[in-house]
């Protein structure tokens, strides 16, 4: 399969514009695949499947068909396929093991049809791309056309006015040459009398000889051609275009024949899916986060400001004695952007600088009833600042693992601080992932681990329901 380029008039290719429609197709599979982390227990990987499917029919229903297609892809290359390679499998109870796999049954229809869908889409997008490529090429070939036609007129042009130029001055010379006759004549006339007729009319088209020796004038043809050495412009030849930018002559450089913008190649989706363009395509196959959108950048997140202050309220006992508070931030995905609306706080047990949380299954249980995802967590730092310690980032590590936008909020109430962070994905999620260390204990500080979450957003008028299970 090959990718048509765009080739500019210098026969240069710009960049891919459209893919075959197998390729795009093959290129989504490819974004779907999933890595199973023996280190990751596995219920959470079970767990993570349930947000997963939640999110494909979210996307599903808003006619995002991409990435409908690549989480349902995940969804049954994980439960098919990849769960069994993890240590836990053999002892994970059966019956759970039995639903998802029924799941993965049900949903390879949909999945099938979703991808027809994509295919018919991919194959129109591919044609209609294809025609306008034809279009622009004929485009391409009048200008060419034209350019040349407008170069052959400037060198007649240029012909003419070099003709007319060398025509005036076999005139001047014509002039001269009468006038030193006539008076040669008047002189000869007044020495010797009327010997010679009178003095032959001023021709102006041609050239009497001047040469002193031969007395007898004698008419040229040879000035009312230009010579042949003239150095004049050649015609271009069809073969050579096109020569711009040209250093030979001026008559080419004042021509300018204005370039296609590459845009305009660039085809225009169709609007099933929803969006108008196309959409981009992360080329590279590494495993990409179980949650992730299959996009290339990361989705917004949107985080109310009453979730943090309600969270304030809601851990001040803690504070005040110094203890750490935790808590859970669900939410649901709409129109590509992730928002959270559920705080939930489950048992928990803290100590000055950690947060331990209990009884994980109620937890999921208010999920499963809500169908929220998990989004990312928050904790306070009673007395500290607001950063991620070594324990918080490896406890962040396996939710931004499963979800790559999820978040971490710290609230460092002592010096009114409250942060969103979130481990650099190119370096700091998969170096927490690599590295085995428990406890407390030192990271490299350089290159940063962790950062401010650029994609978060903190929302005034936004509601937050908060669930408290302690
Ligand atoms: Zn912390
Ligand atoms: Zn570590």
Redesign the pocket.
């Known amino acids: 399969m090959s990718n048509i380029k765009c080739v500019d008039k210098f026969g240069k290719a710009e960049e891919d514009i459209v893919q075959e429609p197998e390729a795009r197709l093959k290129q989504l599979i490819s974004n779907s695949a999933v890595h199973v982390d023996a280190d990751i227990p596995i219920r959470r990987y079970y767990r993570s499947g349930q947000e997963l499917l939640r999110m494909a029919i979210t996307y599903h229903e808003e006619g995002s068909q991409e990435n409908a297609y690549t989480l349902y892809h995940k969804y049954m290359v994980l439960f098919l396929q990849e769960i069994s390679k993890h240590p836990e499998y053999s002892t994970y109870p059966i019956e759970i093991k039995k639903r998802n796999k029924k799941r993965c049954m049900s949903l390879l229809e949909v999945a099938e049809k979703l991808k027809k869908q994509l295919f018919e889409r991919y194959q129109a997008e591919y044609e209609k791309f294809v025609t306008q490529q034809v279009l622009v090429e004929q485009e391409l070939d009048k200008r060419r056309q034209q350019e040349l036609e407008e170069r052959r007129r400037l060198i007649e042009e240029e012909e003419a006015r070099t003709l007319g130029h060398e025509d005036a001055k076999s005139r001047r010379l014509d002039h001269e040459d009468d006038e030193a006759r006539r008076s040669r004549w008047q002189e000869e006339d007044s020495e010797e009398g009327h010997r010679h007729s009178p003095p032959p009319p001023a021709y102006h088209d041609v050239v009497w000889s001047t040469n002193e020796d031969d007395d007898n004038s004698r008419c040229s043809s040879a000035a009312l051609y230009p010579s042949q050495s003239l150095d004049l412009p050649s015609a271009p030849q069809q073969q050579d275009f096109p020569a711009l930018p040209s250093s030979d002559t001026t008559t080419s450089s004042r021509i300018a024949v204005p370039q296609l913008p590459s845009r305009a190649l660039k085809p225009v989706s169709g609007s099933s899916s929803g969006s108008n363009s196309v959409p981009s395509i992360d080329r590279s196959s590494k495993p990409t986060s179980l949650l992730g959108g299959g996009g290339a950048s990361l989705r917004r997140v949107r985080l109310p400001q009453k979730m943090v202050d309600q969270f304030m309220l809601l851990a001040a006992t803690n504070t005040a004695r110094n203890i750490e508070t935790c808590g859970v931030l669900a939410g649901i995905m709409r129109k590509g952007e992730l928002h959270v609306t559920h705080l939930l706080i489950p048992k928990q047990s803290g100590t000055p600088d950690s947060c331990t949380t209990q009884h994980e299954e109620q937890l999921f249980a208010v999920q499963d009833k809500h169908d929220i995802i998990t989004l990312g967590w928050i904790h306070t730092h009673p007395t500290q600042t607001a950063f991620l310690s ?1 324990v918080d ?2 406890t962040h590590c396996s939710y931004q693992l499963m979800m790559p936008e999820a978040v971490a909020v710290v609230c460092a109430p002592k010096h009114k601080e409250t942060a969103v962070f979130t481990l650099t994905p190119d370096h700091g999620l998969n170096y ?1 992932a690599q ?3 428990t406890g407390f ?1 030192p ?1 490299p500080a350089h290159p940063p681990l962790f950062v401010k979450a650029a994609h978060a957003v903190l929302e005034n008028n936004a509601d937050i329901e908060v669930i408290d299970l302690r």
């Open positions: 070594s980032l490896h927490i590295c085995k260390q204990h990271h």
